[in-house]
């Protein structure tokens, strides 16, 4: 069995629902243990009371935590969780006990593993499984402990990240058959998980079935770390994962409307081991076996479900119940059909606090360029300055006029820029108004980069990767974004320098996509090529071919790499008019009319700031066109002239005005949709209207 528990299981869970047991904590509270139990030997003479520490319990009590397990197993679980749920050094400080982390791991993967084999020994036909339990920790890294500190944190993702390998190495060296990252009630701890476990997994050569439990803490359906449940599974399927699913917090009946959120969406199993109900007034739990079950029962007959259990306040008799209850239920089908324990994407999803989904129906996605210092004196300015207030409120008036990304970038001489970049997304993190978008992280400097991934629990964009530096670095830098779940923007750039024909970008991106598709397990849709947007009308010949060039290697490469996405900076477009923002604006429009045509998804705009094509003066337009085209040698001397005959305004003024929050319910609605939804995507559909290209809706 042990030779490929992942097929195992897998067929198990296609043809019936599983049992996953129940709590551990209630179980061992009715042993009566005492402070002595707790210490055993080993402890006798640690300087701290030990009592509570239940972790501690499988070096110095390990008959009370077999005999758990034994009872679980009788009561019908096909898997148990191993009595581990505090075992990493960092909840293990509590107790000054955090350097016999890996031992507690190491010896309650054996004690799970002697009684599952016992039970699989006797029966083989219904073989049991030992999952390897991660606790979301004691501590969160993206919620500030101090309301008045936002951009505080009290624990660093790589600290959380190397507990965690510790605990992954203890429970796989003991042999746990699975690992379930479990009651995650911060995506950005449950990532740094997912992360350690990537890493022991690549170091021991050996992969394990992951499973994976959020919790959702109140009625409003999100996250402690305030994600809706569709962010969440879009923030952590970069692993692969055997199971999604809730635990704790909420019972079953609570739990149901996110269950079947969660079930609509994710492509592997799904699980569910609610409390015994909600905790009474003195935080115990009192639903019984009978009424739990009847939940639990609605879930499978509903098709939501592959493995139920209980958590808080279960026991035994609520697993044997359960077990009883789903006998016989269909399991919900895998959306993917048979086999795969995991469907492909067909969409890119990206994910802040709320998800992003690109579909084929989706327009343009406009991402915000203004939180750039290099793109930006008046961001600039803030950021050096330390004015962090008003530089959020730069990127707060990206998402308000429409940016459904945010690209943050602080590549700056005169600055800290990784500093710059943690500080900035951490404070980002505290605005559910900002922070609800997916954040792009853009930096030359790959440790830059590294360091913003940390800060986001969200399924982030890095900015961006290329093969500049040869294929080895490329690799190596791909693997660390996929290990943090980020998709990528693949800059058209290799050896040989920036591509700026269209035989070079299409090729350039096609070997990028073979290679992070092929080698580095990426999926397609998790791959964004930028095919450089340079500067037209630059007085420079060589210029003059840059937007079609881009224009028709977008094309190519859409047909060449499925699923593959394409943006660009559309800003870089009109440099050569800086200073006159109606030409530019109208550059921005008149591009991205053709672009989008060509397949162009998305790209780093001034959001809100863009005119609408159909609006662009006819006599502008054409001179644009012509320049975009390179119809005559004297187009960019044409644009110029007319360029310079025109009083330029500075363009419309960014909305400062926030007075429009104080007004009425119904004034407040009309503002949004007016304002808040994309403004540009709504007027530049991706497919041109039949009366093209005069009408427009
Ligand atoms: N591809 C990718 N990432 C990118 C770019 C790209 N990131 C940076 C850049 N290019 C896109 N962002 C901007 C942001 C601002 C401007 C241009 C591109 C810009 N700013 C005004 C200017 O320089 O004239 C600044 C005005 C001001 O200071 O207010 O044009 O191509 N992957």
């Not at 195992?8 to 904590?25: C, E, S, V, W, Y």
């Not at 898997?79 to 581990?84: D, K, Q, V």
């Amino acid at each position: 069995m042990t030779a490929d528990v992942l097929s195992t299981l897998t067929q198990a869970a296609q043809n019936r629902i599983l049992i996953i047991d129940g709590a551990m904590g209630t179980m061992i509270q009715q042993y009566r243990l005492e402070e002595q139990d707790f210490r055993g030997d080993k402890f006798r003479d640690h300087h701290r009371d030990l009592k509570g520490n239940n972790d501690l319990l499988s070096l110095t009590r390990p008959d009370v935590i077999e005999a758990i397990h034994q009872a679980y197993l009788e009561a019908g679980a096909d898997i148990i969780e191993t009595n581990t749920f505090n075992a990493t050094s960092i909840s293990q400080a509590d107790y000054d006990t955090a350097q016999h982390a890996y031992a507690i791991n190491l010896a309650a993967a054996c004690i799970a593993r002697i009684a599952a084999d016992d039970w699989t020994a006797q029966n083989p036909a219904k073989p049991r499984f030992v999952a390897g339990a991660l606790g979301p920790l004691n501590k969160t890294l993206s919620l500030s402990p101090d309301v008045n500190d936002p951009g505080y944190r009290a624990l660093r993702f790589d600290d959380a990240r190397n507990a965690y390998a510790e605990q992954v190495r203890g429970l796989m060296d003991g042999g746990a058959h699975l690992l379930l990252v479990e009651t995650i009630f911060d995506t950005l701890n449950c990532k740094a998980a997912l992360f350690a476990i990537e890493e022991v997994m690549a170091e021991k050569g050996r992969r394990l079935p992951v499973m994976i439990s959020g919790t959702i803490t109140d009625a409003s359906g999100r996250t402690l770390s305030g994600q809706t449940v569709e962010a969440f599974w879009i923030s952590i399927q970069h692993a692969r994962p055997f199971s999604v699913g809730l635990n704790c917090a909420l019972g079953a009946k609570e739990m149901r409307p996110h269950l079947e959120a969660l079930s609509a969406i994710a492509g592997c199993f799904i699980s569910a081991y609610p409390n015994a109900g909600l905790p009474n007034a003195f935080g115990e739990y009192d639903q019984t076996p009978h009424e739990m079950c009847e939940f639990i029962g609605d879930f499978a007959r509903s098709g939501l479900v592959n493995i139920v259990g209980g958590c808080c306040g279960t026991t035994p008799a609520h697993i044997r119940h359960i077990a009883q209850q789903v006998t016989g239920i269909a399991p919900r089908p895998l959306p993917g059909g048979q086999g795969e324990s995991r469907t492909k994407n067909k969409y890119t999803m990206l994910a802040g606090l709320e998800p992003l989904i690109i579909r084929p129906e989706t327009n343009f996605v406009n991402i915000g360029e203004r939180t750039n210092v290099t793109g930006s004196k008046q961001f600039a300015n803030l950021i050096k300055a330390g004015k962090l207030a008003d530089a959020l409120q730069v990127a707060r008036q990206q998402v308000e006029n429409g940016a459904q990304i945010i690209d943050v970038n602080m590549d700056e001489g005169l600055l800290d820029s990784e500093r710059a970049m943690v500080e900035f997304l951490l404070l980002v993190a505290a605005e559910p108004d900002i922070a609800k978008v997916p954040v792009m992280v853009d930096s030359s400097r790959f440790q830059v980069i590294e360091a913003g991934l940390k800060c986001l629990q969200g399924k982030s964009i890095v900015n961006s990767i290329s093969l500049k530096e040869g294929e080895a670095e490329f690799v190596r830098q791909a693997v660390i974004c996929r290990r943090h779940g980020a998709a990528v923007v693949v800059m058209a750039f290799d050896e040989n320098g920036q591509a700026d024909t269209i035989d070079r970008k299409v090729d350039i991106c096609e070997r990028a996509y073979r290679i992070l598709t092929e080698k580095v397990g990426f999926d397609p849709t998790d791959i964004i090529f930028d095919p450089n947007i340079f500067a037209v009308a630059t007085g420079i010949e060589e210029h003059n071919e840059y937007a079609i060039n881009y224009i028709e290697a977008t094309r190519i490469i859409k047909q060449r790499c499925p699923g593959a996405r394409v943006s660009g900076g559309v800003s870089n477009l009109s440099f050569a008019f800086r200073g006159n923002n109606k030409v530019r604006e109208a550059m921005h429009a008149a591009f991205l009319f053709h672009a989008i045509q060509a397949g162009m998804d998305m790209g780093i705009v001034n959001a809100g700031m863009i005119e609408v094509y159909a609006e662009i003066p006819k006599d502008l337009l054409q001179r644009i066109e012509d320049v975009l085209f390179n119809r005559y040698p004297s187009a960019t001397e044409a644009l110029v002239r007319y360029a310079e005959s025109l009083t330029d305004t500075g363009g419309r003024a960014v909305e400062k005005d926030l007075a429009w929050r104080e007004t009425s319910v119904e004034a407040r609605i009309t503002h949004a949709l007016v304002k808040a939804s994309p403004i540009l995507s709504r007027r530049i559909p991706k497919r041109p209207a039949s009366s093209f290209p005069h009408r427009f809706p």
